[in-house]
């Protein structure tokens, strides 16, 4: 079992409702919510969006027959990371945690199981992610998304007689649109933190992962679409917002590099 967490939010005057109802629809198709149980944190959403929630935790309840489906109501937009973090904090202990976004397609069923197991085989995977198909991590590559110069290397799972052969794509940085935390990761450095509002939660993560004695990696077998192919209002905003921010990002790596900065952080922090 895991704890899948996601949080919605539908900027003033834009409503992303259609986006959140494509990932709950998926959602729906794919995870066996008797296993694994979710949590949306609302960072400020509109009437329809709040309706589609209401209705799907009445739908998930009816199903499982248990609270497998809650709401955290924030009432306002407190960042991705707290978001995620206000979930996070119902985390049992040795469960893994999933990030997910709230505008991503995931076609095939199984993924979530699948990803659980790819981390009880190799416990030293930190962060494991479902691959969009625009990344560029290749081990053919030799420059990665990121624009870091190392490719991604292909890894096979330790494996057991009559288990499955699972493959996985060693990268710097497994892209946070949907990824699973290992619990004794999260052990080590506590919740997710970013520089203001949005962006960097994902990659800062990935630093920490690896200076924890953890590696991130992709497993790149399901389809996963991203449903927001930008140009709206809030895109052009979140471009902007991150952009201002990357001087800050960047110090903040080399501040975890050096030891300036303690890697491990409450679900609070705020590194603006």
């Known amino acids: ?81 707290r978001g995620i973090n206000r979930a996070w904090e119902n985390r049992k202990p040795g469960e893994n945690c999933w990030k997910i976004d709230s505008d991503i397609l995931l076609h095939e069923p199984g993924w979530a199981d699948k990803c659980d197991e790819c981390i009880a085989r190799d416990p030293t995977i930190g962060i494991i992610g479902l691959k969009r198909k625009d990344l560029a991590e290749s081990p053919n590559q030799s420059k990665d998304h990121w624009g870091h110069s190392a490719p991604s290397t292909l890894h096979m799972l330790p494996h057991n007689p009559g288990e499955t052969w699972l493959i996985v794509e060693k990268v710097y940085h497994a892209m946070g649109t949907c990824q699973l935390y290992n619990s004794a990761l999260l052990d080590k450095i506590g919740y997710l933190v970013q520089i203001g509002t949005y962006g960097f939660d994902d990659s800062l993560a990935a630093v920490r992962c690896e200076l924890a004695g953890f590696y991130s990696c992709f497993y790149p077998h399901y389809n996963i679409d991203h449903m927001d192919h930008g140009g709206t209002r809030y895109t052009k905003w979140k471009e902007q917002y991150a952009g201002e921010r990357m001087a800050k990002y960047s110090a903040c790596v080399q501040a975890y590099r050096s030891g300036q900065r303690d890697i491990r952080h409450g679900p609070d922090e705020d590194l603006s």
């Open 1 to 81: 079992m895991a704890l899948i967490a996601m949080v919605a939010y539908d900027p003033p005057g834009e409503s992303r409702t259609a986006l959140l109802r494509g990932t709950l629809e998926s959602l729906s198709r794919t995870v066996d919510f008797r296993k694994h149980r979710m949590f949306v944190v609302s960072n400020g959403i509109c009437d329809e969006s709040r309706d589609l929630l209401n209705f799907w935790t009445a739908s998930t309840l009816t199903r499982t027959l248990e609270p497998m489906f809650e709401i955290i109501e924030n009432g306002q937009n407190i960042g991705t990371a």
